[in-house]
């Protein structure tokens, strides 16, 4: 029988942060079924109580403590919650002490820093991004291309449209993209309008049964998706790659974030962080 | 004079965690300039030396520690870090003694879990849900309606599109939004096309100035952009989101990330996680 243990994310805010450290914690461990629970916005001392019994229910249901993974800031809220039956996990308590000591200084123990707007200006450059690759998503303005941090290539449905988009909300990056296309497999060249960002141009690739599967989801028994198809254009891609010498990643395995963090390592490229 | 301090963020694979954790921490300090440098892909004993080096160059330069924010999980890679002149906030081995401790079970410690692809039916998921929410901008085939999981509405640039996005790549959330024109101020009532759907709307709004400072920045002195223009614009959708019970958010002051997690928050819709 699979052990189930139930979880808890606690927050003054959004949440973010303890979801993100508190699954990758808990993805170092096998076998148990986690019954997760976001608590975003736990600011004040009645929903506090509500909680700390919403846990004792969990520990009784489960008959074992709840995990607690906490970035809440509140001393009142936490003290609550360190009442109820459960193991907390409280990234906030077990950093700030130390660092206080190391920056001799005391923190602002303020809520809501971490993801609000404290910056106009990085707002409105974030929203530019977003807004400059919804506006260049399959080459539709390539004229625009002069102003792209960066321009993402590939065959259709190589990921190229998620990719940009990750890049734009998390890291504020103008990100293009240039779908390669029967045409431009013709010559085995570098796409004409591509050849002015030679610099700027970034490579998708995967292995041609993901790539199969993926546009028989989207049409179904079509020649775009069969696999022979698919086989010589990722064939085809990847000689040009390698030919221009354009920089390219294998996305076949790897998450949105994975693609999206190592193409900005490998070119360079700042990343800023957006209220992150 | 500011302070200034550097910061590391280390990383195995993508440093997602780290900077997020690590940024978290580090707005609780004011007037310190940080200078922060992300490392994500640290995973071989070469770059690991190479770090060092790099970490003991900042604390020689700045005249201090550098703080290092680590969710590393290779043992080799982590000595060779510890042996930098640097304070390190060590995620991964400050948590994961005590949670095997209570889980009664060894961690895998094994690497890129926490952003790598591991469910292919959350991938599609995740996917289509982005896909679903780019189709379905501004309205344009509203006849998707019905597969929504939330429609946001508001006037022109009260911040849909962003939201829309954040909520398909962060959450999985098929998101279409629907803009509300001059035309549905005429009628004081929900427009039609959205009768079906009441149960799924949510509404944005913010300030007038700020929607001013918006739309100046997209059309400068047009009638449009005008500040008596958004403001009876507001004050319009405000009456109506009232008048017909839609639920509301002000996003003036918030940050994507607080605005999308509000709006789960209250909708009630299940917040997904994919490799976060």
Known sequence: MQKQRSVFYLSDRTGITAETLGHSLLTQFDGIEWRRSSVPFLDSVDKAHELAERINQAAHIDGCRPLVFSTLIDEEVRAIVQQADCVIYDFFGTFIDSMEQELQQ??????????????????????????????????????????ADIILIGVSRSGKTPTCLYMA???????????????????????????????????????????????????????????????SEIQWQESLYRMAGIPFIDTSNISIEEISTTILNRSGLRRQLYGQ
């Open 106 to 147: 005391k923190s602002a123990h303020a809520v809501g820093r971490s993801h609000g707007v404290q910056n106009n200006s990085a707002y409105f450059n974030r929203i530019a991004a977003i807004n400059y690759t919804l506006s260049n998503d399959d080459g539709v303005s390539a004229k625009n291309f002069a102003d």
């Open 169 to 231: 909300l998390q890291y504020g990056i103008s990100a293009a993209n240039y779908p390669l296309t029967e045409e431009d497999m013709e010559s085995m060249r570098v796409p004409k309008i591509l050849e002015p960002f030679r610099n700027k141009l970034f490579g998708l690739t995967l292995s041609a049964g993901q790539l199969h599967r993926i546009r028989q989801e989207r049409r179904p028994n079509s020649r775009y998706a069969a696999l022979n198809q698919c086989q």
